[in-house]
C-alpha cells in the first residue's frame, strides 16, 4: 500500500481585512503561478505513470483546485472529500473514516492532497508513531509512504520519496 | 548548512567465489545502467544549479566512480576521501573528523557519497537522534537534510528532500 501526501500549490495570500478570517481562507485560490507548477508536477506524474485510484482532498478552495488538476491530468479515476483533511483534521479520526470503509476496494495507491503542518505531521506519525516537525514539504510537494501491507496504520510506514516541487517540475 | 547524502549508483553484483570476499566488494564497479543513472541525476542537479563545496566519498570503487561523475559535472569543485564512508563506518567519528577541521572553510553544501544502510541510518541519527530504519533510499537517490545553523550535528537536521532517482532523471 502506498499512501502519497500531497500539499496545495501556491495559494493568494490570506486578507488581513477580512471579517471572516476563517471562511477568507476557505476561499483562497490558486496563483497563476501556483497552477502552473502543480499542472508540471501532475504532467511529471504522469509521465512516470505514477497514479492513484483515489484522491480524497481538503474542502478548501486551494486543496481542491489542486486535487482538481491531478484529476484533470487523470492521475486518479475517483475524488472524494474529507473534512478531515481540513488545517482543522485529525489522522485518527480520518483513520477511523478509512478503516470503516467496504473492504474490497483494493486501493494500493491512494493520495490525500491537503496543508501543512497537517500533511507532515501524518507523515512523521505514520512513520515514527510522533510527531517531531521535521519534514519540510513544501507548496506543491509530494510525500511518499509505503506500508508493509494494505493497512494504513500508524508507525507503520517507510518513506520512500520526500519531494519538493523543483525536483518534480 | 545543508548536507546531501548520495547513494553509488547500481553495481556489479558481488563474486559468490571470491576468495577475498572484502577485497571483491571494495572492486565492485558501476554498471552501465548505473553510470548512465548516475550521470542523468548529475545532469539534473547542476540544471538546477544544486552544487555542493565540497564531495567526500567512500573509497569503495563503486562509490568514487559516482562521485567521480558528480565532479566531472562540476557539481562539486573539491574531492576528499573518508574510511568513515565505508560500509563498516560511523557517524560519530565522521564528525569528530569533520568538527576537527579548521573553522573558516565557509562549506554551507557538503555531499557524502557511500551506502546503505549507512546513509539511511545516519541521516535518522542527524533528523531524529536514533535509527529506525524507516528512510527507503535506492541506489543514485539523494537524502537532503537542513541544519539550523552551520553546525553538523545529531538530532538537529531537518529533511527537505529524499530523492528516488527515478524523479530527478
Excluded at 36 to 54: G, N, R, T, Y
Aim: aromatic letters at 6%.
Amino acid at each position: 500500500m502506498y499512501l502519497y501526501l500531497i500539499r496545495h500549490g501556491i495559494a493568494v495570500e490570506p486578507d488581513p481585512l477580512a471579517l471572516d478570517p476563517m471562511a477568507d481562507d476557505e476561499a483562497r485560490s490558486l496563483t497563476k503561478l501556483g497552477r502552473k507548477k502543480v499542472e508540471q508536477v501532475a504532467d511529471k506524474l504522469a509521465k512516470l505513470d505514477l497514479k492513484f485510484e483515489l484522491i480524497i482532498t481538503s474542502p478548501l478552495v486551494r486543496a481542491h483546485q489542486t486535487t482538481a488538476i491531478f484529476i484533470a491530468k487523470q492521475l486518479s479515476p475517483n475524488l472524494e472529500v474529507s473534512p478531515e483533511l481540513k488545517p482543522s483534521g485529525n489522522l485518527v479520526k480520518w483513520l477511523q473514516e478509512w478503516d470503516a470503509r467496504p473492504t474490497g476496494t483494493n486501493i494500493t495507491h491512494l493520495a490525500l492532497c491537503g496543508h501543512e503542518p497537517n500533511l507532515s505531521e501524518w507523515a512523521e506519525l505514520l512513520i515514527y508513531g510522533q510527531v517531531c516537525h521535521k519534514l519540510i514539504l513544501k507548496k506543491g510537494g509530494i510525500i511518499g509512504l509505503k506500508f508493509a501491507n494494505d493497512r494504513i496504520a500508524i508507525g507503520t510506514a517507510q518513506l520512500w520519496c520526500l519531494l519538493p516541487p523543483k525536483f518534480i517540475i
